[in-house]
């Protein structure tokens, strides 16, 4: 946290010193380059941290500044002015964040869709900004916009600006070492996974997005009184792709990045425009070669300088987390004679099957039986085309993963879905923040201390967790395993999905996962659902078996009444069915 | 009035299928390979300086067809040597890789032919007469090229042993390879065919737009937005999409005004977007 | 497949140093010249959507500088200029203006670029410094010491548009034009002339500024329509295109077309096929019949030989500043704003299209309609000194 303070106040000192040092044209100049970089900086939040490359953050920096221009023709000498500034930003950012979340709304990684949707919309801004000329002064702009009231000249226009790039960089540098840039980050890495743990990753996403976007009409309300004229070309494409090459060139997942790669290519593009007409081609060049061979922008030069983050210590002192509600129970389910076919395929076939009383049900039958479909549908990444399923005695019609993970269903999948991206200790803190986090905790550092009894344990019996700070990337198919399982465990959930959960374990591994599945099993109230082919597991783990055949129940029963079924034999050594 | 609503219509198929036409480069790369190629139009605009270069030359319009193949295919080859394949074909990457590869072209052929306009001569001069409706025959010759091209692509992506090939590496690269399909002088080729066909599209506007070196950037969008609401790595969606973002713009310019269409496309390809983020003819 | 090789810091450092000492070189390189030079700040589009007139602006600029100079330049002393990009936004523009103003000391400020870069300058300027502006634009504008040379839709349609009629023996007109202020401005202003002559306006049709605009279906319209003369207020590239297009279709035989804003550059663009009936009405032309013209043209043939940039009205003006501003400092005999101001109206000035007379911060000037052949210009008719009638004080 010491860190963080010093540096912030060591970039705000730098800002304040540059027009004494380099005289009022700089001032100038520089002025309208940080409100260019305020955008930027925007624009490296969201794509950098939550993934998501926006095409049009020109349209809400016009919006700001037209809004900002008729405050100020409206109150122009009042200091109720300077509430336009607030006002503006505020404003886009709502806007934004409805926008975004209703895009984002119960669909996964669109890719480009969302990057063209606002690519659209900014095209669509410029035309209607143009056109509307009674509002925006049409082609020709809104002019004669009076400055702030009490400020004169370029230097103390500079100096507000400055103080406002100073604390926007702080309050981004602080937000991207919160729990939320740590979710955000999650998003980008494995928006599934975040889901599943019960996360409303649309929100999630859009409050990237609308943090960005808030930025962005910050920039604007602050152009409006610097040029005293706001014109179309702010919301043109023109304007919001410089704002990705300054995040591109100068290093999208930091947070100077962005405003240095403003600063730079804004800078070198004024001194090369009016020195060189070849400059295009010099800008070009530098772009690509900073695309080749710079992919994290010019930062990376900066690299050595990060040792200063304020990177948390292992040796933090662990508080304890919240604890969740336990309901006695554990969740039981049904199904009731349900299909569901992808094209041509039919995947389920009328499927009928329900707990009982077991806390173990493993599911075994041969390939293409429909096994992780079952678990798929349940969770809702199947479409399912008839029949019922019923969770804890309530039917669900539309399952989506978050919503089922809220009734405290957790899944671990067949390949092991983790944060690949994300340090061991920031995966198993999503995992433990899910369900635990109330309003602005997404803010507060203090959730990374928390820790719970059961992630304790995790850690006492696998000894690999506990060296938080490795990224999740860089550990083997068995430790990420356990790693998901774990995640999985301390959400506390009342059900648990296993697919092959010791696949590709080794003989060491299988033992201590299977110990740690039943230690579980004894601390929470938790039935588990197990897709296993090995029948040693299944033998030492189940309490009930079911046997599913091309997409039907065929049997069930216990391991050993299961084994003597003659029909399961059948399918299994190949009969005549 | 019977007359205008011809005219009108045989406009709307037009302004599909030149779309679909100068589309067709971009969806051989965007649609097959996942490379958001945002120089597209300036492999057309080259293109159409192929066209203006064999046409000051004196020599027969078609070899401009062959011309712009060569030089745009060439270009097309450093391009995918140099930029897309040290960036592993990943496609925010090559979007901005491809960005500066756009401002360089534009400005190299800027220097190489100077900023002014150059008017390239319709190689089909005259009308047909349809219906009793006159209408420029070498628009008509385009349309009917245009939907040859697209029918016969159909057919062969579907039927020929190469499209068969190109869907396997596209649906499932390691596995493709694994088979003996050698999925990196494939992508090459791929990619090369893609820029081609934007070169060789351009030989075919050029008699009917402005060129000049900035003459790309009025393509790529309308481009970017038939190929994403049409739905990638197909033939159908590369028709849905020039019909609906060509088509639909060339109506409601008719019947509101130029303007409203063209934000109203554009709020349409938002609606799209939203909906069917893959588009609505996307590959499987 | 081989892993690409990270640039070093040293490798980087290295070449931003001697990127920085490229940068910095022409300011150390630059001779020194006499320490009173008069610098004037010229504003051209070295980039954007009308670069292309660039090279010819900066020509035209260059040798207004030396004529000028040659004759003793301005209050005695000699003309530098200093040029400055203004084909990039409003506010880099703006930028570039302050900059002129306050690190280079220019005296003066001539522009040739759209108006909402104009409205830009202006913010900055303020007024403290003389500002000429020379193109053709919508007119409406009577910002304190900014000097307008260009043509206003009054002068180039005000005596054109009953040639226009008597040549198309036809009142009926369809306008077509881009979606601003100029375009709009100017067909409200040609609907009443229209009105005047008892003429129609059959429709109108406004195309999106930077959009892919494709004029099949105007051109269906005016087929159906069969107007007399069309009225273009398109630029650029659409001028172009829908020239080429209306052509295609084969009305160019029995429809008059008249442009606002057709010069040499587009015409080329349009090409010979589609220039029958076409005409454009403007103050100059390069192929102009004057011994002024020839002059002016023929030095810049010395100068640059067959690479002398296409001069058109757009870029000719900046060396109307160059006379003008010499023109007015004879009178005043000072740059301070109000004298430049009270010696500039009334202030009558040779330009290479004849005399031009400064009247309330306009120019009243000549004015040509011309018919195009091929893809040149054929003056048919010349009006003598029409006035702009804005009402500047």
């Known amino acids: 946290m010491a860190y963080f303070l010093v540096r912030s106040i060591l970039i705000l000192a730098f800002l304040i010193l540059i027009p004494p040092l380099l005289g009022e044209f700089w001032a100038y100049q520089l002025g309208l380059y940080f409100i260019y970089g305020l955008a930027a900086l925007g624009v490296g ?23 900002t221009a008729h405050g100020l023709l409206a109150f122009g000498s009042s200091p109720i002015a300077y509430l336009a500034l607030p006002a503006a930003s505020v404003l886009v950012a709502v806007l934004a964040f409805a926008f975004a979340a209703l895009v984002f709304r119960g669909r996964f990684e669109q890719g480009p869709s969302f990057s063209l949707i606002t690519l659209a919309l900014t095209l669509a801004a410029f035309q209607v900004a143009n056109g509307w000329s009674s509002v925006t002064g049409g082609f020709n702009g809104l002019r004669n916009i009076p400055g702030l009231p009490g400020l004169d000249g370029f230097l103390d226009l500079y100096y507000l600006i400055a103080i406002l790039l100073g604390l926007s960089i702080a309050a981004v540098d602080y937000l991207l ?29 859009a409050a990237a997005f609308a943090t960005a976007s808030g930025l962005a009409g910050l920039a604007g309300a602050l152009y409006a009184p610097q040029q005293n004229l706001v014109t179309p070309d702010l919301a043109g494409f023109a304007f919001s792709g410089d704002l990705v090459i300054f995040a591109a060139v100068g290093g999208r997942a930091t947070v100077l990045g962005p405003v240095i790669g403003a600063i730079v290519v804004g800078v070198l593009s004024a001194e090369l425009r009016d020195r060189f007409p070849w400059w295009e081609i010099g800008i070009a060049l530098f772009f690509i070669v900073v695309v080749l061979r710079l992919p994290g922008g010019l930062m990376t030069l900066f690299a050595p300088l990060r040792r200063f983050s304020f990177a948390r210590t292992a040796t933090r002192a662990r508080s304890a987390a919240p604890g969740k509600p336990r309901i006695a129970t554990s969740l039981s389910v049904a199904f009731e004679d349900v299909r569901v076919r992808v094209g041509d395929v039919t995947i389920l076939d009328g499927l009928s099957v329900r707990t009982g009383e077991e806390a173990v049900l493993c599911v075994i039958g041969p390939n293409g039986a429909g096994k992780t479909s079952t678990l798929n549908v349940m969770t809702g990444m199947l479409p399912r085309r008839g029949g019922r399923i019923v969770i804890d005695g309530a039917d669900v019609l539309r399952p989506q993963p978050a919503i089922v993970a809220n009734r405290g269903v957790a899944r671990k999948f067949q390949t092991p879905s983790v944060f690949p991206k994300l340090t061991i200790d920031e995966n198993l803190s999503v995992a433990l923040w899910a369900g635990r986090w109330r309003g602005l905790d997404v803010l507060r550092l203090g959730l990374f201390a928390w820790t719970s009894p059961l992630l304790e344990e995790m850690r006492r019996r696998f000894q690999f967790l506990n060296a938080g700070t490795r990224p999740a990337s860089a550990l083997s198919h068995g430790e990420r395993q356990i790693l998901e399982l774990t995640m999985a465990l301390i959400t506390e959930p ?53 046997v599913l055949h091309q997409g039907r129940f065929l049997a069930d029963g216990s391991v050993e009444e299961v084994q003597r079924n003659p029909e399961v034999r059948a399918v299994y050594i190949g009969g005549s069915r | 009035m019977e007359a205008l609503l011809f005219t009108q219509g045989l406009n709307v198929i037009y302004e599909a299928l030149i779309l679909a036409i100068l589309v067709l480069g971009l969806a051989v790369v965007m649609g097959l390979l996942n490379v958001l190629n945002i120089a597209h139009g300036e492999f057309i605009m080259i293109g159409a300086y192929a066209a203006y270069v064999v046409q000051r030359a004196g020599l027969p319009y078609l070899l401009a067809i062959p011309a712009a193949a060569l030089v745009c295919g060439a270009i097309g080859l450093v391009v995918e040597r140099c930029l897309i394949r040290p960036l592993h074909y990943e496609p925010f990457e090559t979007l901005l890789a491809t960005w500066g590869l756009g401002l360089l072209l534009r400005k190299c052929v800027e220097l190489a032919f100077g900023r002014g306009y150059r008017s390239v001569e319709i190689p089909i001069r005259g009308s047909l007469s349809l219906f009793g409706e006159s209408y420029p025959a070498y628009r008509l010759a385009l349309m009917a090229v245009a939907a040859l091209v697209l029918a016969s692509l159909f057919i062969w992506y579907r039927r020929a042993p190469t499209g068969a090939r190109i869907r396997a590496m596209v649906g499932n690269p390691v596995l493709a390879e694994a088979v003996g399909i050698r999925t990196r002088e494939l992508a090459r080729n791929t990619f090369i065919t893609g820029t081609a066909f934007a070169g060789v599209a351009g030989v075919m506007v050029a008699p009917l737009t402005p060129v000049e070196p900035f003459m790309g950037l009025t393509f790529i969008v309308n481009s970017f937005f038939a190929l994403v609401v049409g739905g990638m790595g197909t033939v159908a969606g590369l028709f849905a999409g020039a019909t609906i973002i060509g088509g639909l713009q060339s109506v409601l310019s008719a019947a509101v005004s130029p303007t409203s269409a063209y934000i109203a496309m554009l709020l349409i390809s938002i609606l799209f977007l939203w909906q069917r983020p893959r588009g609505l003819f996307p590959r499987p | 497949m081989p892993t690409s090789i990270k640039m070093t810091r040293r490798d980087l450092v290295r070449a931003a140093g001697a990127a920085a000492l490229a940068i910095g070189a022409p300011a150390i390189i630059r001779p020194a010249l006499a320490a009173d030079a008069l610098k004037i700040g010229v504003l051209v589009a070295d980039s954007g959507p009308a670069a292309l007139f660039g090279p010819a602006q900066r020509a035209a600029a260059e040798l207004g500088a030396a004529t000028i100079n040659a004759k003793g330049g301005i209050l005695g002393r000699q003309v530098e200029i200093i040029f400055a990009d203004a084909g990039a936004s409003p506010a880099e523009v703006a930028k570039s203006a302050v900059k002129l103003m306050l690190s280079d000391k220019v005296e003066m400020i001539f522009g040739s670029h759209d108006s909402a870069v104009r409205q830009g300058v202006e913010n900055v300027v303020k007024g403290k410094i003389p500002y000429i502006y020379t193109p053709v634009f919508e007119g409406d504008d009577c910002s304190s010491n900014v000097y307008f040379l260009g043509e206003v839709p009054e002068q180039e349609l005000q005596k054109t548009l009953p040639k226009m009629v008597e040549l198309a023996k036809g009142k009926t007109f369809y306008l077509v034009g881009n979606d601003y202020v100029w375009a709009r401005t100017t067909n409200d202003k040609a609907k009443k002339y229209i009105a005047d002559l008892g003429g129609t306006v059959v429709a109108e049709d406004y195309y999106p500024l930077g959009a892919p605009n494709k004029f099949e279906n105007t051109v269906a319209k005016i087929k159906s329509a069969k107007p007399a003369i069309v009225l273009q207020t398109l630029v650029g590239g659409d001028n172009v295109n829908f020239n080429r297009t209306f052509a295609d279709f084969n009305l160019s035989d029995d429809i008059l077309r008249l442009s606002c804003l057709l010069e040499e550059n587009t015409l080329i663009g349009i090409g010979k096929d589609a220039s029958k009936n076409l005409y454009s009405s403007l ?51 000072s740059l301070a704003a109000k004298d430049f101001a009270a010696a500039a109206d009334g202030v009558q000035f040779e330009t290479p299209s004849g005399s031009m007379t400064m009247m309330h911060r306009h120019t009243a000037k000549n004015i040509f309609l011309a018919r195009c052949e091929g893809t040149k210009f054929t003056v048919i008719d010349t009006f003598a000194a029409v006035p702009t009638q804005q009402s500047c004080t």
């Open chain 1, 494 to 546: 009342r059900m648990l999905l296993l697919d092959e959960p010791c696949a590709g374990l080794s003989h060491e591994e299988t033992a201590a996962v299977i110990d740690a599945i039943q230690w579980a099993r004894g601390e929470l109230n938790l039935r588990i659902i197990i897709i296993e082919h090995d029948m040693e597991l299944v033998r030492r783990l189940a309490d009930r078996v079911v």
């Open chain 1, 177 to 205: 070492h919160a729990p939320i840039g740590v979710l955000w980050r999650a998003a980008a890495d494995n928006e599934r996974r975040l889901a599943f743990l019960g996360y409303d990753v649309a929100v999630i996403k």
């Open chain 1, 45 to 67: 939040l969201t794509w950098g941290q939550a993934g998501i490359l926006p095409l049009g953050q020109g349209m809400f920096v016009a919006i700001a500044a037209y809004l």
């Open chain 3, 283 to 333: 103050g100059y032309f390069a192929d102009l019949d004057l011994p002024e013209n020839k002059a002016f043209i023929g030095e810049l043939t010395k100068k640059y030989g067959d690479k002398a940039p296409q001069q058109c009205t757009i870029s000719k003006g900046l060396y109307d500043a160059f006379v003008f501003a010499a023109a007015v400092t004879t009178k005043s005999k």
